[in-house]
């Protein structure tokens, strides 16, 4: 049985890792959103959109 979520290693809230998760991306100096080339069309959209408002970067599979 695996928990709904993880924090630091420890089980958690689907709820309270979300809120880590958020976090970590606002203290983060220049978060990377990586891995979009199976995502929808509109899930691309919102990526790009909180990269953006993060003031991070977007990279994909095809630059290794």
């Known amino acids: 049985h695996y928990p709904a979520a993880l924090i630091d290693g420890k089980e958690a809230t689907l709820e309270s890792a979300v809120e880590a998760a ?3 991306l606002v203290q983060a ?3 990377l959103v990586y891995g979009l080339s199976n995502l929808t069309c509109e899930s691309q959209r919102a990526a790009v959109k909180l990269a953006e408002s993060l003031g991070g970067v977007i990279d ?3 630059s290794l």
């Open 22 to 24: 958020a976090d970590y």
């Open 60 to 62: 994909n599979h095809s």
């Open 29 to 31: 100096s220049y978060p």
